[in-house]
């Protein structure tokens, strides 16, 4: 079970009864995956010379979000992060608003991810710098998320 088949199964069912409150970016990421490796993205078939044995390979999406398309791509990334890593503690941190906020940030992306980005790293390096905390000028690497687990507007660094 993939992702693309939750989604061919239950996706028209959950965009209609998330109507309103998906933005058209998603939509398009759905339908990417939904049709990721399918005969709508056409494809070509593979044929071996020697056996004659032939099979049909679809194309693929190339969206970023696709888990087929980019699960190579991510794995690369990662081990391309943690070989910068340095042999030292690290600690995983999230900073989220609340959902009002959420809500202006869905129109108003730019103005509130970039506030978000700096409270986040004001508190994290005022908080470090503390002696009663760290006492130290620490180093941040922050990603900004605008999704949450349940597919839905959740913007998080």
């Not at 998906?22 to 056409?42: H, N, P, W």
Request: proline content about 4%; some cysteine.
């Amino acid at each position: 079970m993939e992702i693309a088949d939750i989604l061919r199964r239950h996706g028209a069912a959950w965009r209609a009864a998330q109507a309103g409150h998906v933005s058209l970016d998603q939509l398009k990421v759905m339908s990417a995956i939904e049709t990721c490796r399918t005969a709508a993205l056409g494809g070509h078939v593979e044929a071996c010379e020697g056996c004659r044995h032939t099979r049909v390979a679809y194309n693929s999406c190339r969206n970023r979000h696709c888990p087929k398309c980019q699960g190579a791509a991510a794995r690369e990334w990662l081990a391309a992060r943690a070989a910068d890593l340095l042999p030292v503690g690290y600690f995983h941190v999230v900073f989220t608003v609340p959902a009002e906020i959420a809500d202006i940030a869905f129109t108003n992306k730019a103005p509130v991810y970039d506030l978000l980005f700096r409270a986040a790293s004001e508190t994290m390096l005022t908080i470090a710098a503390d002696p009663r905390h760290l006492g130290a000028r620490i180093g941040i690497t922050a990603v900004l998320h605008t999704w949450g687990s349940a597919l839905t507007h959740h913007p998080h660094v």
